[in-house]
């Protein structure tokens, strides 16, 4: 073969490989949320979801507490290759919490809060739904507030001994009033209530449809349309809607996908490995 073939041969085949090996950082397991980068990443397909990158060949993927622990995760680069890599998820260990007390209208609520249910579910569904260019994401996240934790993302709830669906928030105990900061810039695409289950409740919209969600306040600081900074106080801990005593609620959402917010505390730059075939 003559060398201008051959060397027209090579140069195709390396041009159809990624620049670099695709590194992947934060916890791949049930309810986490991990980071890919590759200069030449395209986006990605997983479990029907699209994921696109940013013009850094950035992206974030989260898991729901029920994830399938071996998943094909489909690659796609700008160059046009593809890849399909087996994605292993480890197995998280999921808490059962029994709360006895409630209200009975709290724990099977009558038809006459339905209308209030339903109004609730369409402004949260709808604030998890905004997305933004913004990469205030990678940014190294602030616990919004110290104190004990009462109940943990995914936990299974037994209500006055019935049964509820899995808990999708990291409750965090602090007296009622306590300041509640934001873990990173980010717009409010939600300040309001008290609704049914949330209370008084601010969603923060922080790029790329990350979301995060602060529920149970017993005063909103801020506006639907603000811009807030990273450690900006964004309302007062309480106890407003479904709740026994005061707390913080903290609630994460990525592409439709409940993960648990404590990952955001440790995921953009930790635990990066690359991803071999």
């Keep these: 073969m003559p060398c201008k073939a051959i060397c027209l041969t090579i140069c195709s ?8 090996a695709l590194v992947m950082c934060g916890a791949a397991q049930q309810g986490g949320i991990v980071r890919l980068q590759d200069e030449n990443l395209a ?12 013009k850094k060949g950035e992206l974030a993927i989260a898991f729901a507490r029920d994830a399938e622990l071996q998943q094909p995760l489909k690659i796609f680069y700008q160059d046009g290759a593809m890849r399909t ?4 998820l480890a197995q998280t260990k999921w808490d059962v919490q ?5 209200p009975s209208s709290k724990v099977a609520p009558a038809k006459t809060d339905w209308a209030a249910i339903q109004k609730e579910q369409k402004d949260v569904g709808g604030a998890l739904n905004e997305f933004s260019d913004a990469e205030s994401w990678k940014a190294d996240m602030l616990k919004p507030v110290e104190g004990r934790t009462s109940g943990n993302f995914g936990g299974q709830r037994i209500m006055n001994g019935q049964k509820k669906n899995p808990h999708q928030g990291w409750d965090i105990a602090v007296p009622e009033g306590t300041e509640i900061k934001a873990p990173a810039d980010g717009v409010v695409t939600l300040s309001c209530g008290p609704y049914f289950y949330s209370g008084n409740v601010v969603v923060l919209e922080h790029g790329q449809n990350l979301s995060t969600v602060y529920a149970h306040l017993q005063k909103t600081l801020v506006q639907k349309g603000d811009k807030v900074q990273r450690g900006q106080v964004i309302g007062l801990a309480g106890k407003t809607g479904r709740a026994t005593g005061a707390h913080l609620h903290w609630g994460a959402s990525l592409n439709g996908v409940r993960f648990d917010a404590k990952n955001l505390l440790d995921f953009y ?3 990066c490995k690359k991803l071999e075939d």
Aim: charged share 25%; aromatic share 6%; hydrophobic share 40%.
């Design 98 to 102: 029994k709360i006895n007390g409630l």
């Design 269 to 271: 730059d930790k635990n």
């Design 85 to 88: 890599y087996n994605l292993q």
């Design 13 to 20: 085949l390396l041009a159809a490989l990624p620049a670099e």
């Design 43 to 54: 986006k990605i397909k997983l479990n029907g979801k699209t994921y696109t990158a940013d």
